[in-house]
Protein backbone atom coordinates (compact mmCIF):
# COMPACT_ATOMS: atom_id res chain seq x y z
CA UNK A 1 0.00 0.00 0.00
CA UNK A 2 1.55 3.38 -0.78
CA UNK A 3 2.15 6.05 1.09
CA UNK A 4 -0.27 8.61 -0.05
CA UNK A 5 -3.07 6.23 0.16
CA UNK A 6 -2.58 5.73 3.88
CA UNK A 7 -2.64 9.85 3.89
CA UNK A 8 -5.66 9.96 2.37
CA UNK A 9 -7.40 7.04 4.88
CA UNK A 10 -6.02 8.75 7.57
CA UNK A 11 -7.34 12.33 6.45
CA UNK A 12 -11.05 10.68 5.90
CA UNK A 13 -11.06 8.96 9.35
CA UNK A 14 -10.20 12.45 10.42
CA UNK A 15 -13.57 13.63 9.08
CA UNK A 16 -15.22 10.25 10.87
CA UNK A 17 -15.31 8.04 7.90
CA UNK A 18 -13.66 4.31 8.02
CA UNK A 19 -13.45 1.07 6.56
CA UNK A 20 -11.05 -1.58 7.18
CA UNK A 21 -8.72 -2.53 4.62
CA UNK A 22 -10.15 -5.20 1.78
CA UNK A 23 -8.55 -8.65 1.98
CA UNK A 24 -7.78 -7.86 -2.00
CA UNK A 25 -6.77 -4.23 -2.72
CA UNK A 26 -7.44 -3.80 -6.43
CA UNK A 27 -10.91 -2.95 -7.12
CA UNK A 28 -11.39 -4.76 -10.33
CA UNK A 29 -9.75 -7.95 -9.02
CA UNK A 30 -12.14 -7.79 -6.06
CA UNK A 31 -15.30 -7.25 -8.07
CA UNK A 32 -14.20 -9.79 -10.96
CA UNK A 33 -13.79 -12.09 -8.17
CA UNK A 34 -16.51 -11.96 -6.75
CA UNK A 35 -18.55 -11.81 -10.39
CA UNK A 36 -17.09 -15.28 -10.49
CA UNK A 37 -18.14 -17.06 -7.58
CA UNK A 38 -21.63 -15.78 -8.29
CA UNK A 39 -21.56 -16.82 -11.63
CA UNK A 40 -20.48 -20.52 -10.65
CA UNK A 41 -23.08 -20.72 -7.62
CA UNK A 42 -25.90 -19.62 -10.36
CA UNK A 43 -24.25 -22.34 -12.88
CA UNK A 44 -24.04 -24.94 -10.43
CA UNK A 45 -27.28 -24.56 -9.05
CA UNK A 46 -28.82 -24.63 -12.66
CA UNK A 47 -27.25 -28.06 -13.50
CA UNK A 48 -28.50 -29.98 -10.68
CA UNK A 49 -31.70 -32.19 -12.20
CA UNK A 50 -34.06 -33.52 -9.65
CA UNK A 51 -36.46 -36.16 -10.37
CA UNK A 52 -39.67 -35.26 -8.38
CA UNK A 53 -41.35 -38.59 -9.14
CA UNK A 54 -37.81 -40.69 -7.99
CA UNK A 55 -37.71 -38.81 -4.78
CA UNK A 56 -41.25 -39.58 -4.22
CA UNK A 57 -41.27 -42.82 -4.82
CA UNK A 58 -38.29 -43.26 -2.63
CA UNK A 59 -39.18 -41.57 0.23
CA UNK A 60 -41.69 -44.39 1.01
CA UNK A 61 -38.42 -46.87 0.73
CA UNK A 62 -36.20 -44.61 2.92
CA UNK A 63 -39.15 -44.64 5.32
CA UNK A 64 -39.63 -48.31 5.71
CA UNK A 65 -35.75 -48.01 6.14
CA UNK A 66 -36.18 -45.46 9.05
CA UNK A 67 -38.82 -47.21 10.15
CA UNK A 68 -37.36 -50.87 10.84
CA UNK A 69 -34.94 -48.72 13.32
CA UNK A 70 -38.30 -49.09 15.77
CA UNK A 71 -38.08 -52.53 15.52
CA UNK A 72 -34.57 -53.43 15.34
CA UNK A 73 -33.61 -57.29 15.37
CA UNK A 74 -30.90 -57.99 17.48
CA UNK A 75 -31.17 -61.95 18.24
CA UNK A 76 -31.67 -63.66 14.51
CA UNK A 77 -28.14 -62.90 13.85
CA UNK A 78 -26.61 -62.74 16.99
CA UNK A 79 -23.81 -64.34 16.06
CA UNK A 80 -22.84 -62.84 12.76
CA UNK A 81 -23.64 -59.39 14.56
CA UNK A 82 -21.37 -60.54 17.84
CA UNK A 83 -18.50 -62.24 15.63
CA UNK A 84 -18.78 -58.90 13.49
CA UNK A 85 -18.35 -56.37 16.14
CA UNK A 86 -15.32 -58.12 17.12
CA UNK A 87 -13.38 -58.09 14.25
CA UNK A 88 -14.06 -54.83 13.50
CA UNK A 89 -13.04 -53.77 17.23
CA UNK A 90 -10.16 -55.87 16.84
CA UNK A 91 -9.32 -53.92 13.66
CA UNK A 92 -10.25 -50.82 14.53
CA UNK A 93 -8.16 -51.26 17.79
CA UNK A 94 -4.72 -52.62 16.42
CA UNK A 95 -4.79 -50.65 13.03
CA UNK A 96 -4.72 -47.25 15.64
CA UNK A 97 -2.21 -48.47 17.27
CA UNK A 98 -0.22 -49.34 14.19
CA UNK A 99 -1.02 -46.12 12.36
CA UNK A 100 -0.15 -44.44 15.33
CA UNK A 101 3.06 -45.36 15.96
CA UNK A 102 4.30 -45.00 12.74
CA UNK A 103 2.25 -41.53 12.16
CA UNK A 104 5.12 -40.55 14.99
CA UNK A 105 8.28 -40.66 12.82
CA UNK A 106 6.54 -39.50 9.90
CA UNK A 107 4.77 -36.35 11.26
CA UNK A 108 8.26 -35.47 13.02
CA UNK A 109 9.91 -35.87 9.65
CA UNK A 110 6.94 -33.56 7.91
CA UNK A 111 7.43 -30.47 10.33
CA UNK A 112 9.62 -28.09 8.74
CA UNK A 113 11.28 -26.69 11.60
CA UNK A 114 12.54 -30.66 12.44
CA UNK A 115 13.95 -31.91 9.85
CA UNK A 116 16.04 -31.15 6.64
CA UNK A 117 14.54 -30.84 2.94
CA UNK A 118 15.08 -34.15 1.52
CA UNK A 119 13.43 -35.73 4.95
CA UNK A 120 10.73 -33.24 4.83
CA UNK A 121 9.30 -33.70 1.08
CA UNK A 122 9.78 -37.82 1.80
CA UNK A 123 7.82 -37.77 4.64
CA UNK A 124 5.21 -35.06 2.98
CA UNK A 125 5.04 -37.44 0.03
CA UNK A 126 3.87 -40.67 2.09
CA UNK A 127 1.52 -37.94 3.85
CA UNK A 128 0.02 -37.31 0.72
CA UNK A 129 -0.59 -41.00 -0.79
CA UNK A 130 -2.31 -41.71 1.69
CA UNK A 131 -4.57 -38.86 1.89
CA UNK A 132 -5.15 -39.00 -1.61
CA UNK A 133 -7.03 -42.17 -1.74
CA UNK A 134 -10.35 -43.03 0.29
CA UNK A 135 -10.35 -45.90 2.14
CA UNK A 136 -12.40 -47.86 0.05
CA UNK A 137 -9.87 -47.50 -3.28
CA UNK A 138 -6.84 -48.61 -0.62
CA UNK A 139 -9.23 -51.43 0.89
CA UNK A 140 -9.97 -52.67 -2.63
CA UNK A 141 -5.78 -52.76 -3.38
CA UNK A 142 -5.44 -54.62 -0.06
CA UNK A 143 -8.46 -57.14 -0.56
CA UNK A 144 -6.71 -57.53 -3.85
CA UNK A 145 -3.05 -57.90 -2.60
CA UNK A 146 -4.31 -60.06 1.13
CA UNK A 147 -7.35 -61.46 0.20
CA UNK A 148 -11.07 -61.35 1.67
CA UNK A 149 -10.85 -60.81 5.50
CA UNK A 150 -9.73 -58.50 8.52
CA UNK A 151 -5.99 -58.25 7.32
CA UNK A 152 -6.92 -56.18 4.68
CA UNK A 153 -8.95 -54.42 6.47
CA UNK A 154 -6.47 -53.58 9.23
CA UNK A 155 -3.67 -52.64 6.57
CA UNK A 156 -6.05 -50.05 5.34
CA UNK A 157 -6.72 -48.28 8.33
CA UNK A 158 -3.66 -48.13 9.47
CA UNK A 159 -2.06 -46.52 6.51
CA UNK A 160 -5.67 -43.86 6.36
CA UNK A 161 -4.66 -43.43 10.15
CA UNK A 162 -0.73 -42.74 8.89
CA UNK A 163 -1.70 -39.57 6.64
CA UNK A 164 -3.87 -38.43 8.55
CA UNK A 165 -2.72 -38.35 12.60
CA UNK A 166 1.13 -37.36 10.53
CA UNK A 167 -0.03 -34.48 9.02
CA UNK A 168 -1.96 -33.20 11.97
CA UNK A 169 1.15 -34.45 14.10
CA UNK A 170 2.99 -32.21 11.54
CA UNK A 171 1.12 -29.45 11.83
CA UNK A 172 1.22 -28.80 15.38
CA UNK A 173 4.89 -29.27 15.93
CA UNK A 174 5.38 -26.71 13.23
CA UNK A 175 3.18 -24.52 15.65
CA UNK A 176 5.56 -25.19 19.13
CA UNK A 177 6.92 -22.31 20.97
CA UNK A 178 10.33 -21.79 19.22
CA UNK A 179 11.82 -20.43 22.28
CA UNK A 180 11.58 -23.90 24.05
CA UNK A 181 13.36 -25.15 20.77
CA UNK A 182 15.65 -22.62 21.10
CA UNK A 183 16.28 -23.02 25.22
CA UNK A 184 16.97 -26.49 24.66
CA UNK A 185 19.57 -26.73 21.60
CA UNK A 186 21.55 -24.17 23.37
CA UNK A 187 21.98 -26.70 25.89
CA UNK A 188 24.13 -28.43 23.49
CA UNK A 189 21.31 -31.50 23.33
CA UNK A 190 21.29 -34.32 20.76
CA UNK A 191 18.43 -34.48 18.28
CA UNK A 192 16.30 -37.01 19.86
CA UNK A 193 16.69 -35.56 23.61
CA UNK A 194 15.68 -32.30 22.11
CA UNK A 195 12.42 -33.75 20.66
CA UNK A 196 12.12 -35.31 24.07
CA UNK A 197 12.57 -32.42 25.94
CA UNK A 198 11.60 -29.43 23.93
CA UNK A 199 9.06 -31.10 21.41
CA UNK A 200 7.57 -34.05 22.92
CA UNK A 201 5.94 -32.39 25.33
CA UNK A 202 4.01 -29.63 24.01
CA UNK A 203 2.28 -32.03 21.28
CA UNK A 204 1.31 -34.92 23.69
CA UNK A 205 -2.08 -33.52 24.69
CA UNK A 206 -2.20 -33.12 20.60
CA UNK A 207 -1.14 -36.63 19.66
CA UNK A 208 -3.11 -38.36 22.61
CA UNK A 209 -6.62 -36.66 20.93
CA UNK A 210 -5.79 -37.59 17.76
CA UNK A 211 -5.29 -41.08 18.16
CA UNK A 212 -8.38 -41.05 20.21
CA UNK A 213 -10.67 -39.58 17.56
CA UNK A 214 -8.82 -41.48 15.12
CA UNK A 215 -10.01 -44.44 16.49
CA UNK A 216 -13.58 -43.90 16.28
CA UNK A 217 -12.89 -42.72 12.65
CA UNK A 218 -11.59 -46.19 12.32
CA UNK A 219 -14.48 -47.50 13.77
CA UNK A 220 -16.72 -46.04 11.52
CA UNK A 221 -14.67 -46.94 8.43
CA UNK A 222 -14.86 -50.60 9.30
CA UNK A 223 -18.14 -51.01 8.86
CA UNK A 224 -17.88 -49.40 5.70
CA UNK A 225 -14.53 -50.86 3.73
CA UNK A 226 -16.17 -54.45 5.13
CA UNK A 227 -18.72 -53.80 2.20
CA UNK A 228 -15.20 -54.59 -0.05
CA UNK A 229 -14.52 -57.58 1.63
CA UNK A 230 -12.33 -55.88 4.29
CA UNK A 231 -13.92 -58.19 7.14
CA UNK A 232 -15.60 -56.79 10.48
CA UNK A 233 -19.08 -55.62 10.95
CA UNK A 234 -19.35 -53.98 7.36
CA UNK A 235 -19.32 -57.35 6.13
CA UNK A 236 -22.41 -58.30 8.68
CA UNK A 237 -24.13 -54.92 7.77
CA UNK A 238 -23.83 -55.57 3.86
CA UNK A 239 -25.11 -59.38 3.65
CA UNK A 240 -28.31 -58.01 5.66
CA UNK A 241 -28.99 -55.25 3.51
CA UNK A 242 -28.58 -57.38 0.23
CA UNK A 243 -30.82 -59.63 1.84
CA UNK A 244 -33.56 -56.92 2.60
CA UNK A 245 -32.99 -57.72 6.01
CA UNK A 246 -33.43 -54.33 7.73
CA UNK A 247 -34.22 -55.34 11.32
CA UNK A 248 -31.02 -56.60 11.11
CA UNK A 249 -29.39 -53.24 9.40
CA UNK A 250 -31.15 -51.51 12.25
CA UNK A 251 -29.87 -53.48 15.52
CA UNK A 252 -26.26 -53.19 13.56
CA UNK A 253 -26.53 -49.35 13.26
CA UNK A 254 -27.82 -48.72 16.83
CA UNK A 255 -24.78 -50.75 17.89
CA UNK A 256 -21.90 -48.90 15.91
CA UNK A 257 -24.07 -45.60 17.28
CA UNK A 258 -23.48 -46.73 21.12
CA UNK A 259 -19.96 -47.68 20.40
CA UNK A 260 -18.84 -44.45 18.96
CA UNK A 261 -21.07 -42.69 21.47
CA UNK A 262 -18.67 -44.80 24.00
CA UNK A 263 -15.40 -43.42 22.05
CA UNK A 264 -17.09 -39.78 22.03
CA UNK A 265 -16.91 -40.08 25.90
CA UNK A 266 -14.30 -42.23 26.32
CA UNK A 267 -11.90 -39.81 24.72
CA UNK A 268 -13.47 -36.55 26.37
CA UNK A 269 -12.52 -37.96 29.86
CA UNK A 270 -9.17 -39.30 28.71
CA UNK A 271 -8.31 -35.75 26.58
CA UNK A 272 -9.15 -34.19 29.97
CA UNK A 273 -6.92 -36.53 32.08
CA UNK A 274 -3.55 -35.94 29.90
CA UNK A 275 -3.83 -32.49 29.40
CA UNK B 1 -14.89 7.32 43.01
CA UNK B 2 -13.51 4.18 44.04
CA UNK B 3 -13.70 2.98 47.24
CA UNK B 4 -12.91 -0.17 48.24
CA UNK B 5 -13.94 -1.90 51.86
CA UNK B 6 -12.44 -4.92 53.46
CA UNK B 7 -12.17 -6.65 49.86
CA UNK B 8 -10.56 -10.13 50.29
CA UNK B 9 -9.86 -13.04 47.69
CA UNK B 10 -8.93 -16.51 48.54
CA UNK B 11 -9.17 -19.02 45.90
CA UNK B 12 -9.95 -22.90 45.39
CA UNK B 13 -7.18 -24.39 47.16
CA UNK B 14 -7.73 -21.87 50.41
CA UNK B 15 -4.94 -19.42 49.83
CA UNK B 16 -5.47 -15.98 50.61
CA UNK B 17 -4.49 -13.64 47.90
CA UNK B 18 -6.48 -10.12 49.43
CA UNK B 19 -7.06 -9.98 52.85
CA UNK B 20 -8.95 -6.84 54.14
CA UNK B 21 -8.08 -4.29 51.29
CA UNK B 22 -9.32 -0.70 51.75
CA UNK B 23 -8.33 2.52 49.88
CA UNK B 24 -10.00 5.00 48.00
CA UNK B 25 -9.23 6.65 45.14
CA UNK B 26 -10.20 10.01 43.68
CA UNK B 27 -11.00 11.59 40.47
CA UNK B 28 -8.12 12.40 38.86
CA UNK B 29 -5.86 10.69 41.18
CA UNK B 30 -3.01 8.38 39.77
CA UNK B 31 -1.83 5.22 42.36
CA UNK B 32 0.95 3.44 41.52
CA UNK B 33 0.47 -0.23 43.16
CA UNK B 34 3.83 -1.98 44.08
CA UNK B 35 4.51 -5.57 45.84
CA UNK B 36 7.04 -8.45 44.74
CA UNK B 37 5.27 -11.02 42.38
CA UNK B 38 2.67 -12.82 44.01
CA UNK B 39 1.75 -10.23 46.12
CA UNK B 40 -1.87 -10.00 44.55
CA UNK B 41 -1.41 -6.84 42.78
CA UNK B 42 -3.10 -8.26 39.36
CA UNK B 43 -5.63 -10.09 41.70
CA UNK B 44 -6.12 -6.77 43.49
CA UNK B 45 -7.10 -5.15 40.31
CA UNK B 46 -8.58 -7.48 38.42
CA UNK B 47 -10.88 -7.51 41.55
CA UNK B 48 -12.48 -3.90 40.85
CA UNK B 49 -13.33 -4.75 36.91
CA UNK B 50 -14.62 -8.13 38.15
CA UNK B 51 -12.37 -10.13 35.96
CA UNK B 52 -11.89 -11.75 39.21
CA UNK B 53 -15.00 -11.76 41.66
CA UNK B 54 -13.98 -10.66 44.82
CA UNK B 55 -14.78 -13.25 48.04
CA UNK B 56 -15.24 -10.80 50.74
CA UNK B 57 -15.72 -6.69 51.26
CA UNK B 58 -17.26 -3.94 48.54
CA UNK B 59 -15.83 -2.31 45.38
CA UNK B 60 -17.87 0.85 44.88
CA UNK B 61 -17.75 3.44 41.58
CA UNK B 62 -19.32 6.50 41.73
CA UNK B 63 -21.63 4.56 44.60
CA UNK B 64 -22.50 1.66 43.21
CA UNK B 65 -21.35 -1.58 43.86
CA UNK B 66 -19.31 -3.59 41.04
CA UNK B 67 -19.30 -6.71 43.04
CA UNK B 68 -23.03 -7.18 42.83
CA UNK B 69 -23.45 -6.20 39.32
CA UNK B 70 -24.71 -9.07 36.61
CA UNK B 71 -24.96 -9.56 33.38
CA UNK B 72 -25.87 -5.99 31.02
CA UNK B 73 -24.82 -3.65 34.32
CA UNK B 74 -21.99 -5.54 34.90
CA UNK B 75 -20.94 -4.62 31.20
CA UNK B 76 -22.24 -1.09 31.49
CA UNK B 77 -19.80 -0.54 34.70
CA UNK B 78 -16.87 -2.36 33.17
CA UNK B 79 -17.34 0.69 29.82
CA UNK B 80 -16.26 3.00 32.50
CA UNK B 81 -12.87 1.34 33.22
CA UNK B 82 -10.57 1.18 31.12
CA UNK B 83 -8.01 -1.63 30.86
CA UNK B 84 -4.15 -1.42 29.95
CA UNK B 85 -2.18 -4.69 29.99
CA UNK B 86 1.06 -6.40 30.72
CA UNK B 87 1.47 -7.84 27.51
CA UNK B 88 -0.59 -5.14 25.48
CA UNK B 89 -3.01 -8.16 24.47
CA UNK B 90 -3.84 -6.50 21.35
CA UNK B 91 -5.40 -9.02 18.84
CA UNK B 92 -2.30 -9.69 16.65
CA UNK B 93 -4.20 -9.81 13.41
CA UNK B 94 -6.84 -7.03 13.41
CA UNK B 95 -5.37 -3.63 12.07
CA UNK B 96 -4.42 -1.11 14.60
CA UNK B 97 -7.73 0.91 14.04
CA UNK B 98 -9.82 -2.11 14.60
CA UNK B 99 -7.78 -2.87 17.76
CA UNK B 100 -8.42 0.99 19.18
CA UNK B 101 -11.95 0.61 17.55
CA UNK B 102 -12.59 -2.09 19.53
CA UNK B 103 -12.90 -0.32 22.96
CA UNK B 104 -15.83 1.27 21.76
CA UNK B 105 -17.48 -2.74 21.31
CA UNK B 106 -19.70 -1.85 24.78
CA UNK B 107 -21.44 1.57 23.27
CA UNK B 108 -22.38 -0.18 19.29
CA UNK B 109 -24.33 -2.92 18.46
CA UNK B 110 -22.81 -6.67 17.63
CA UNK B 111 -24.08 -5.64 13.75
CA UNK B 112 -22.64 -2.73 13.64
CA UNK B 113 -19.19 -3.93 15.16
CA UNK B 114 -18.98 -7.12 12.74
CA UNK B 115 -19.66 -4.56 9.63
CA UNK B 116 -17.37 -1.94 11.23
CA UNK B 117 -19.89 0.48 10.71
CA UNK B 118 -18.48 3.06 13.40
CA UNK B 119 -20.15 6.03 13.92
CA UNK B 120 -17.98 9.18 12.94
CA UNK B 121 -17.71 10.70 16.40
CA UNK B 122 -16.09 7.72 17.58
CA UNK B 123 -13.83 7.26 13.93
CA UNK B 124 -12.83 10.77 14.92
CA UNK B 125 -11.77 9.78 18.13
CA UNK B 126 -9.80 6.90 17.44
CA UNK B 127 -7.96 9.13 15.32
CA UNK B 128 -7.28 11.64 17.38
CA UNK B 129 -6.18 9.36 20.18
CA UNK B 130 -3.67 7.81 17.56
CA UNK B 131 -2.40 11.47 17.11
CA UNK B 132 -2.10 11.97 20.79
CA UNK B 133 0.37 8.35 20.80
CA UNK B 134 1.70 9.09 17.72
CA UNK B 135 0.89 6.14 15.97
CA UNK B 136 -1.90 7.85 13.42
CA UNK B 137 0.46 7.16 10.49
CA UNK B 138 0.21 3.58 11.32
CA UNK B 139 -4.02 3.10 11.43
CA UNK B 140 -3.93 0.48 9.18
CA UNK B 141 -1.12 -1.50 10.00
CA UNK B 142 -1.02 -5.23 11.65
CA UNK B 143 -1.22 -5.25 15.17
CA UNK B 144 1.62 -7.72 14.86
CA UNK B 145 3.75 -5.70 12.87
CA UNK B 146 4.35 -2.88 16.04
CA UNK B 147 7.16 -3.27 18.61
CA UNK B 148 6.81 -3.20 22.06
CA UNK B 149 6.24 0.12 23.02
CA UNK B 150 4.11 1.20 19.78
CA UNK B 151 2.07 -2.32 20.90
CA UNK B 152 1.29 -0.23 24.52
CA UNK B 153 0.47 2.86 22.95
CA UNK B 154 -2.41 0.93 20.75
CA UNK B 155 -3.22 -0.65 24.24
CA UNK B 156 -3.76 3.41 25.83
CA UNK B 157 -5.55 4.27 23.07
CA UNK B 158 -7.81 1.18 23.15
CA UNK B 159 -8.70 2.19 27.06
CA UNK B 160 -9.08 5.53 26.61
CA UNK B 161 -11.56 5.24 23.43
CA UNK B 162 -13.85 3.98 25.64
CA UNK B 163 -13.94 7.11 27.99
CA UNK B 164 -13.33 5.84 31.35
CA UNK B 165 -13.52 7.28 34.27
CA UNK B 166 -10.84 4.97 35.89
CA UNK B 167 -7.74 3.23 34.15
CA UNK B 168 -6.59 -0.27 35.37
CA UNK B 169 -3.18 -0.62 34.34
CA UNK B 170 -1.02 -3.87 35.00
CA UNK B 171 2.63 -3.91 34.54
CA UNK B 172 2.61 -1.61 32.01
CA UNK B 173 6.32 -1.36 31.51
CA UNK B 174 7.16 -4.73 32.37
CA UNK B 175 8.10 -6.20 28.90
CA UNK B 176 9.50 -2.64 27.49
CA UNK B 177 13.60 -1.58 27.38
CA UNK B 178 13.79 1.53 29.98
CA UNK B 179 13.59 4.06 27.76
CA UNK B 180 10.01 3.37 26.25
CA UNK B 181 9.34 2.65 29.89
CA UNK B 182 9.10 6.10 30.86
CA UNK B 183 7.96 7.26 27.61
CA UNK B 184 4.70 4.93 28.37
CA UNK B 185 4.66 6.32 32.05
CA UNK B 186 4.66 10.32 31.37
CA UNK B 187 2.02 9.62 28.16
CA UNK B 188 -0.22 7.72 30.90
CA UNK B 189 0.18 10.49 33.68
CA UNK B 190 -0.11 13.25 30.85
CA UNK B 191 -3.14 11.82 29.54
CA UNK B 192 -4.78 11.29 32.87
CA UNK B 193 -4.00 14.75 33.92
CA UNK B 194 -5.78 15.78 30.83
CA UNK B 195 -8.64 14.14 31.17
CA UNK B 196 -8.99 14.28 34.99
CA UNK B 197 -8.89 10.28 34.51
CA UNK B 198 -8.06 8.06 37.92
CA UNK B 199 -5.63 5.32 37.54
CA UNK B 200 -4.51 2.28 39.55
CA UNK B 201 -0.60 1.69 38.29
CA UNK B 202 0.85 -2.20 38.96
CA UNK B 203 4.26 -1.75 38.94
CA UNK B 204 7.47 -3.56 39.79
CA UNK B 205 9.82 -0.86 39.20
CA UNK B 206 9.50 1.05 42.61
CA UNK B 207 11.95 4.33 41.18
CA UNK B 208 9.76 4.60 38.04
CA UNK B 209 6.88 4.85 40.56
CA UNK B 210 8.89 7.34 42.70
CA UNK B 211 9.29 9.69 39.42
CA UNK B 212 5.77 9.54 38.24
CA UNK B 213 2.98 9.16 40.60
CA UNK B 214 1.61 10.96 43.79
CA UNK B 215 0.23 8.25 45.40
CA UNK B 216 2.31 4.70 46.48
CA UNK B 217 0.02 1.55 47.81
CA UNK B 218 2.15 -1.03 48.87
CA UNK B 219 0.82 -4.77 48.59
CA UNK B 220 3.10 -7.39 50.87
CA UNK B 221 0.84 -10.90 50.75
CA UNK B 222 -2.55 -9.47 49.87
CA UNK B 223 -2.34 -6.99 52.56
CA UNK B 224 -1.99 -3.01 52.21
CA UNK B 225 1.50 -2.42 54.34
CA UNK B 226 2.07 1.27 53.01
CA UNK B 227 -0.02 3.87 51.80
CA UNK B 228 1.21 7.22 50.75
CA UNK B 229 3.68 9.81 49.18
CA UNK B 230 6.56 8.27 47.12
CA UNK B 231 8.94 10.37 49.24
CA UNK B 232 8.13 8.65 51.95
CA UNK B 233 8.93 5.07 50.80
CA UNK B 234 11.90 4.91 53.37
CA UNK B 235 14.07 1.73 53.39
CA UNK B 236 12.31 0.41 56.52
CA UNK B 237 9.39 0.46 54.30
CA UNK B 238 10.72 -1.07 51.52
CA UNK B 239 11.94 -3.92 53.22
CA UNK B 240 9.01 -4.20 54.97
CA UNK B 241 7.12 -4.25 51.62
CA UNK B 242 9.93 -6.91 49.67
CA UNK B 243 11.87 -8.17 52.21
CA UNK B 244 15.83 -7.26 53.23
CA UNK B 245 17.62 -5.90 50.48
CA UNK B 246 20.20 -3.24 50.25
CA UNK B 247 18.05 -0.85 48.82
CA UNK B 248 20.63 2.49 48.27
CA UNK B 249 24.02 0.88 47.52
CA UNK B 250 24.95 -0.31 43.70
CA UNK B 251 25.73 -3.20 42.53
CA UNK B 252 28.84 -5.48 43.35
CA UNK B 253 29.52 -8.19 41.07
Redesign the interface.
Known amino acids: ?1 TESN ?2 L ?2 SH ?9 PAITQRWKRLSLNLAVLLYLLLATSSIEVNWARVSQGMERGIAFIASFARPDFLSRLDEIGLGLLESLTMTFVATVIGTLLAIPVGLGAASNMSPTPVYLFCRGVITISRTFQEIIIAILFVTMFGFGPLAGVMTLAFATLGFTAKLLAEDIEDVRKDALEAVKATGAGWLQWVNYAVQPQVMPRLIGLSMYRLDINFRESAVIGIVGAGGIGATLNTSINRYDYDTSAAILILIIIIVLFSEYLSGHIRRWTA | MLELKRVSKSYAGGELALNDVSFNVSAGEVVALIGPSGAGKSTLIRCINQLVQPTGGEVLLGGIRLDQLKGRKLRMARRQIGMIFQNYALVERLSVMENVLSGRLAYVGFWQSLLRRYPPDDIRYAVDLLDRVGLSSMLDKRADALSGGQKQRVGIARALIQRPDLLLVDEPTASLDPKSSRQIMRLLCELCREQNLAAIINIHDVALARQFVSRVIGLQQGRVVFDGRPDDLSETVLTEIYGMEDWQEPVHD
Do not use: D, E
Request: net charge positive.
Open positions: MTSRLARQGVWKPL
